[in-house]
């Protein structure tokens, strides 16, 4: 057995031959031609539609205002979570944006 081996054989021996493959890449492009025809009939398929999960939901009402000690006002904000807290401090933070005085009134599941 041979030991010495040019660079052009060590390229075969490790990555195959180069013309093979693209000749290859050829007759299957000719080979497939027919084959187009069914990937459109997959595609012509409509997805179905998943219907959306239930999202748990919880209603947050607030009183709200701008004068300490004065006129107040009520708010709802509804939460996606099950988290009553995280509720409660995700609406007074929006709430907070528009008003200096706020105060969480009931935490309720919808």
């Known amino acids: 057995m041979n030991t010495e081996l040019t660079e052009e ?6 990555f195959g031959e180069s013309e093979s493959p693209a000749s290859a890449i050829n007759s299957l492009v000719q ?7 069914v990937v459109q009939q997959v595609k012509a398929e409509k997805k179905k539609k998943v ?5 748990p ?5 607030l009183r ?13 904000h509804e939460a996606d979570t099950l988290s009553s807290l995280v509720a409660e401090q995700e ?5 907070r944006k528009k008003f200096r005085f706020v105060e ?7």
Request: net charge positive.
């Open 57 to 61: 939901r919880l209603r947050v009402t």
């Open 51 to 55: 219907s959306k999960a239930f999202t």
């Open 64 to 76: 709200v205002g701008n004068e300490f000690e004065g006129k107040m006002h009520e708010m709802v």
């Open 104 to 110: 969480v009134v009931s935490v309720k599941s919808m």
């Open 91 to 95: 609406a007074t933070k929006t709430a």
């Open 9 to 14: 054989e060590m390229r075969r021996a490790l």
């Open 31 to 37: 080979d497939t031609a027919p084959d187009v025809v």
